[in-house]
């Protein structure tokens, strides 16, 4: 269906129905669910918050005794955050958190080609994110002390690294 044809079924629907519809799909789609009970009652800093806890147990598990290390959670929050429509600034943060907590991890194990590629991509990502957004001012010195770690523990890729801050510039 169309977005037109759906605009013009909505339109003909009364009040009453419509109101019965939204109700309908909220209680059968738990992602409908979440978007409305984020907008009514957007608790921005417990999600992040979640994330953050969520994100840091991937590098450095309470439960379990191996990591798993995997740049994918931290991508599924980031992207559900921007679909809901967090605001941007704390999304920067979890983007920046997600690359901090990667460099302690790194510091401690050896990890292998793969980690440190995963790791220049979500910089590129988070650079990119931060500037469209326009809160590097904000988040400047998270991304300084970032790439130095990068440059003092002479990841690979640091190159690349440094040519993603230069188009900062």
Not at 119 to 144: P, T
């Amino acid at each position: 269906m169309s977005k037109r044809a759906l605009t013009s079924y909505l339109s003909s629907l009364k009040k009453k129905e419509l109101e019965e519809q939204l109700v309908d799909l909220y209680t059968r789609f738990p992602a409908v669910k979440e978007y409305y009970d984020f907008v009514f009652n957007p608790k921005e800093d417990k999600l992040i918050q979640e994330a953050k806890t969520k994100i840091a147990n991937e590098y450095f598990p309470v439960k379990r005794r191996k990591p798993k290390a995997r740049r994918s959670v931290a991508q599924k929050y980031i992207k559900h955050f921007i679909k809901l429509g967090v605001e941007p600034t704390l999304i920067a943060d979890v983007m920046l958190f997600n690359l901090e907590i990667a460099q302690s991890f790194s510091l401690e194990k050896n990890v292998a080609d793969s980690f440190y590629k995963s790791m220049l991509n979500s910089f590129k990502e988070a650079l990119q994110y931060i500037s469209l957004h326009g809160v590097l001012l904000d988040y400047k010195d998270r991304i300084v002390t970032i790439y130095n770690l990068t440059q003092d523990n002479n990841w690979i890729y640091g190159e690349d690294f440094s040519q993603a801050l230069d188009l900062m510039d």
